[in-house]
């Protein structure tokens, strides 16, 4: 499917500013345009404003000052899954879905996540990984134009994660979303990113596109020299080592 | 099977890592050898019915003891008189007492009616104070108020107020019946996880549909904590409010008992009670279990 939205970003930032009570600024005059049907990751040490960020364009935090232009729909996938213990899976899929026959569209979405099987479990009876991908089939049966990714991943285990990012980039070529992945994880960024965003200070630090074809090699020598490029933007790079 | 051989493969390489520590190396052995411990020891085999076993036996104890002549049967009268007196008010409409379960109606129809309103009046106090602070100023420091109020201590000036009809004792039952279920209701709507509130939000749900999806389901569980809590002392609050110059219902039956020293008829009034205080709270299980059906997956899995 070709990027419905043509012309038009999927997201247009602009001077982004919060401020916390101690008048400690979180983020400082951010700038960011996000093109329609673009993976963008986002990296960044802890404190330094991706998720105040990712909560923003999801429209969460209004007390932020600045201009945020989100024209399309946006939907999220946070960290945690989320659902609603108390609504069956299918029943969370379809919540807020305002479309003729939500049942059979939320069973498509479901079976797209591979949990078709799950429609009719309780939320507690899942694993991590179920869980997440329900989450996953939530934000995308709003067929977004924009889907943020608040690291939906960190609390999977190692061979889980592997199959959700397999999961993700099949999912996001189906449907064309501009996607913002907000994750600790360089190599998850790597792998799965069109551009790669560092925020440091209340801004983006480094953006930094990532041209290699996918399914990407670990040990694609291009990855390798952006992995040290991003570890250094990071900080984290040992003095010698790159 | 194969979960069983490789977890004792992953935990054998750890063995001697394990005692060259002095300390911890006791869990290594332990876990190697799960079956013969298993069947070594006796398993609890566990069925409903053993519940009934003391209870029995402590009625069978009783009638011992009262047809024994231990304690004499104006003191204490077995279980049999009990039973016999029971059934006599049941079949025949005695002068002094009435009918059994005439009596029972009218308090059934008491508890009834000041239960409706007190449960009626928790709710919506507590939907107000719960859902907006506004609401929270305004309902909940009067319902703080009251709460630490004496509610029995109330019975006088009810009877100042409301005189001596049933007045005073539906607001008296509306009252047990009302704080505790307003005070946990309130607190359960509070207390709904925030992370769903905003994962709601991003569904771009209406605000009529955040309620009824999110924060009443949410709030459901520690509101049916609050209605067990509230129908226990609505069912108390009856029997106080009854002792208060009642002309019908087990209350009365009880005042009229004690001026004839028929300790008898007293004790079926008090089993009647605690009977229908047992039955409605066996429905409110049956309630949780309904609507908490939910939670029990979080058992079986």
Same mark, same amino acid.
Not at chain 1, 60 to 83: C, H, I, K, S
Not at chain 2, 5 to 30: E, I, L, N, Y
Not at chain 2, 181 to 188: C, I, S, V
């Given at each position: ?71 399309? #729909? ?19 899929? #379809? ?71 397999? %999961? ?23 792998? %799965? ?50 | 099977?194969?979960? +069983? ?7 054998? *390489? ?27 020891? $006796? ?25 024994? &002549? ?7 009268? *077995?279980?049999?008189?009990?039973? $016999? +007196? ?11 007492? &009435? ?8 308090? /059934? ?31 909940? *420091? *009067?319902?703080?108020?009251? $709460? ?23 607001? /008296? ?16 709507? $509070? ?10 939000? +991003? ?19 520690? +509101? ?8 226990? /002392?609505?069912?108390?609050? /009856? ?37 229908? &205080? ?24």
């Amino acid at each position: 499917m070709a990027p419905r939205t043509t012309g038009e970003l999927a997201a247009c930032v602009r001077g982004l500013t919060r401020a916390f009570d101690n008048d400690r600024r979180v983020l400082d005059d951010l700038d960011l345009d996000i093109e329609p049907g673009e993976f963008i990751a986002m990296l960044g040490v802890s404190g330094t404003g991706k998720s105040t960020l990712l909560r923003a364009l999801a429209g969460l935090d209004p007390d932020v000052t600045g201009e945020l232009d989100v024209p399309g #729909t946006v939907a999220v996938a946070f960290q945690e899954p989320r659902l609603l213990p108390w609504r069956k899976v299918l029943a969370n899929v #379809t919540l807020g879905l305002r479309v003729p026959d939500p049942d059979a569209v939320a069973r498509q979405a479901l079976a797209e996540v591979g949990l078709a099987h799950k429609a009719n479990a309780w939320p507690l009876t899942l694993s991590g990984g179920e869980a997440q991908r329900a989450a996953l089939a939530r934000a995308l049966v709003r067929d977004p134009d924009l889907l943020l990714l608040d690291e939906p991943f960190s609390a999977l285990d190692a061979l889980t994660r592997i199959t959700m990012h397999d %999961l993700v980039l099949t999912l996001w070529q189906r449907h064309r979303p501009a996607v913002l992945l907000v994750t600790h994880d360089v190599d998850e960024a790597l792998q %799965l990113a069109d551009r790669i965003l560092v925020l440091a200070d209340g801004h983006i630090a480094a953006s930094l596109p990532v041209e290699a074809s996918r399914p990407r090699d670990r040990d694609n020598p291009a990855l390798i020299e952006l992995r040290h490029l991003l570890l250094a933007e990071l900080g984290v790079t040992k003095e010698g080592q790159s | 099977m194969s979960e +069983t051989t490789q977890s004792t493969a992953f935990a054998r *390489p750890s063995a001697p890592v394990a005692s060259a520590r002095p300390g911890p190396a006791k869990a290594g052995p332990a876990k190697a050898g799960p079956a013969k411990a298993g069947s070594a020891r $006796r398993r609890y085999r566990n069925h409903w019915w053993y519940r009934l076993i003391s209870p029995i036996a402590l009625v069978l104890i009783w009638q011992l003891v009262s047809s024994a &002549g231990v304690v004499s049967a104006q003191k204490l009268p *077995p279980p049999t008189t009990v039973w $016999r +007196t029971a059934v006599n008010l049941v079949t025949q409409n005695s002068p002094a007492y &009435g009918t059994l379960q005439g009596a029972m109606l009218v308090s /059934l129809q008491r508890m009834a009616i000041g239960f409706g309103v007190g449960a009626a009046a928790a709710i919506v106090f507590a939907l107000i104070a719960g859902l907006s602070r506004l609401g929270e100023n305004a309902v909940d *420091p *009067p319902l703080q108020i009251l $709460r630490t109020l004496p509610l029995f201590g109330l019975v006088p000036v009810f009877i100042v107020w409301f005189g001596i009809g049933e007045l005073p004792k539906t607001i /008296l039952i509306a009252l047990g019946a009302g704080i505790p279920l307003y005070l946990n209701m309130f607190a359960g709507i $509070r207390s709904v996880d925030a992370k769903l509130v905003e994962a709601a939000q +991003t569904l771009k749900l209406s605000r009529t549909e955040l309620i009824r999806h999110v924060i009443l389901p949410g709030a459901l569980p520690q +509101t049916l904590v609050g209605l067990r809590q509230s129908l226990g /002392l609505a069912w108390l609050a /009856l029997v106080v409010a009854e002792q208060v110059n009642a002309n019908a219902g087990l209350g009365f039956m009880i005042s009229q008992a004690t001026q004839f020293l028929n300790l008898n008829v007293i004790l079926v009034a008090l089993a009647v009670y605690a009977l229908l &205080g047992l039955i409605t709270d066996a429905i409110v299980r049956l309630l949780e279990r309904k609507a908490l059906a939910w939670r029990r997956g979080l058992l079986e899995s």
